[in-house]
């Protein structure tokens, strides 16, 4: 049976590490939005701009939901790290699972704000490749955090919260 679950968190939640090990559990492909956005556009920046980054984002996740339809097609799972930062990106993909007769899961990975800031910390000094794509500075991460739209209860029907 196809299983869609998107995680979503603010930055340093745990999104990618939870990403990982639920792939490994339930046997899914996964997506996760940094290493494309580091890949693709990372030398193309030139300052913070969310709306530059989110038209990249948008761009990315398109592609990879291309891809994804086509595993869900299968019966496959897919677990989608793209950050779902607004609720209107998560209604995109709620929308789109249903197209397809598909109930998507939403994991919401919360943490408090200094748990999170020393996760950050950490990565960005042991750059571990399975979860570091970039270096997440203090800017940056001042600069998402009154961005991300906590999840309402609706939008986890089907899903569940995670204390990370």
């Known amino acids: 049976m ?7 968190g603010p930055t340093g939640a745990g999104k990618t590490t939870h990403t990982l090990s639920l792939c490994k559990e339930v046997r899914a492909i996964r997506f996760s939005i940094d290493p494309w956005m580091q890949t693709l556009f990372a030398n193309d920046m030139e300052s913070l701009d969310f709306d530059w980054m989110m038209e990249r ?5 398109d592609q990879m939901w291309e891809v994804s339809e086509q595993v869900l ?7 989608l790290d ?20 598909i109930n998507a ?12 800031q ?5 990565r960005n ?17 001042d600069f998402m955090e009154p961005r991300f739209e906590v999840p309402e209860a609706a939008e986890l029907i089907h899903g569940l919260r995670v204390n990370a």
């Open 2 to 8: 196809a299983r869609l679950v998107l995680v979503c």
């Open 57 to 61: 984002v948008n761009r990315c996740s």
């Open 73 to 79: 097609a299968l019966d496959g799972s897919v677990v």
């Open 82 to 101: 793209l950050g779902f930062t607004t609720k209107a990106q998560r209604a995109v993909f709620f929308d789109k699972a249903k197209e397809l007769g």
């Open 105 to 116: 899961e939403l994991h919401y990975l919360d943490a408090p704000k200094n748990t999170r």
């Open 118 to 122: 020393a996760r950050v910390a950490k």
């Open 125 to 141: 000094t042991e750059k571990d490749p399975s979860v570091y794509a970039f270096e997440v500075t203090d800017m940056m991460f």
